[in-house]
């Protein structure tokens, strides 16, 4: 019998392959998308959306967080 995601890590590559986002690499909190794009997982469940580099925008809502991805150029 499998689980389902149990960490906000999980959660966050759940939500990533179900809206068809492409990951390019994880390590540590961070996880690579195409687009320049990097989010940090951090410890209070907050998702920052990075692009190259800088903070775009927290989001606690992964399903906002993956609409918000998909609306960029």
């Not at 890590?9 to 195409?34: C, G, P």
């Not at 320049?36 to 399903?63: M, Q, T, W, Y």
């Amino acid at each position: 019998m499998t689980t389902g995601p149990q960490t906000p890590r999980e959660w966050l590559l759940y939500a990533l392959q179900a809206y068809e986002i492409a990951v390019l690499s994880e390590k540590d909190n961070f996880v690579t998308l195409e687009k320049g794009l990097v989010v940090e997982i951090e410890h209070n469940g907050v998702f920052k959306l990075l692009s190259d580099g800088a903070v775009v925008a927290p989001f606690r809502d992964l399903e906002e967080l993956c609409r918000f991805i998909q609306m960029l150029p």
